[in-house]
């Protein structure tokens, strides 16, 4: 299975500052028709997770622009511009590229 | 929009299978994957595996041997099967949409396994 290790496993935040996460992977993720199935998810307390980026960098419908995701291969980050409160909850980056897929353990973000 | 609706027994004794369906509302049924997901309480997630419309299959290894995923087309449903449930297997179970896009996710159900 490819592991996904995400770092750090919690931040603290003050609102209108940067956060950033990272997450590599055992493998690389790149696929051999050219994508990278590489995804960042926000779990919101008592919530499902939701989807924010998908292939790496691309924005899911509605999610707000201040989230962009980066890199390539096997390390790949998740960048909040300016943090907002409703920011808060664990995120998750996860890999598709191989059976089974597998998450990263997760990311606690809270607000200073 | 697409909206997923999940609903079954969430109170199980050991060596019981579990039982899950999830219901697809809004878009397409056919040409996606749907999966199903578990987050022990407290804990990460872990992917159980997908369906497609045709009923072609994938399973995660760690599970293979006790999941059954199927599909209901004329119900726009899919289902989780998962047999012989022992207190490890407590978790919240997701139905999601997984390909072309892996969102929406269902609104989560707590399976406990107790005696």
């Known amino acids: 299975d490819i592991v996904m290790t995400q770092t750090p496993l919690s931040l603290s935040v003050t609102p209108g500052q940067p956060a950033s996460i990272s997450c590599k992977s055992s493998?690389?993720?790149?696929?051999?028709?050219?994508?990278?199935?590489l995804y960042w998810y926000l779990q919101k307390p008592g919530q499902p997770p939701q989807l924010l980026i998908y292939?790496?960098?691309n924005r899911f419908s509605g999610v707000p622009d201040r989230f962009s995701g980066s890199g390539s291969g096997t390390d790949f980050t998740l960048k909040i511009s300016r943090v907002e409160a409703e920011d808060v909850g664990v995120y998750y980056c996860m890999q598709s590229v191989q059976l089974p897929h597998t998450f990263g353990q997760g990311t606690k973000l809270e607000i200073k | 929009q697409v909206q997923l609706q999940q609903w079954g027994a969430g109170l199980l004794k050991p060596s019981e299978t579990l039982s899950l369906t999830c219901t697809v509302y809004?878009?397409?049924?056919?040409?996606?994957?749907w999966s199903w997901i578990r987050q022990p309480p407290g804990k990460g997630l872990e992917w159980i595996g997908e369906?497609?419309?045709?009923?072609?299959?994938n399973y995660n290894p760690s599970l293979k041997s006790r999941v059954t995923i199927s599909i209901d087309t004329s119900k726009n449903q899919f289902s989780l099967k998962l047999s012989s449930m022992t207190a490890a297997d407590t978790a919240v179970y997701y139905c999601?949409?997984?390909?072309?896009?892996?969102?929406?996710w269902g609104q989560g159900t707590l399976v406990t396994v107790s005696s």
């Open positions: 493998q690389s993720l790149l696929h051999s028709n050219g994508k990278t199935y």
């Open positions: 369906i497609n419309h045709g009923g072609s299959t």
């Open positions: 809004g878009g397409s049924f056919s040409g996606n994957y």
């Open positions: 292939e790496v960098s």
């Open positions: 999601a949409r997984w390909w072309p896009i892996r969102a929406p």
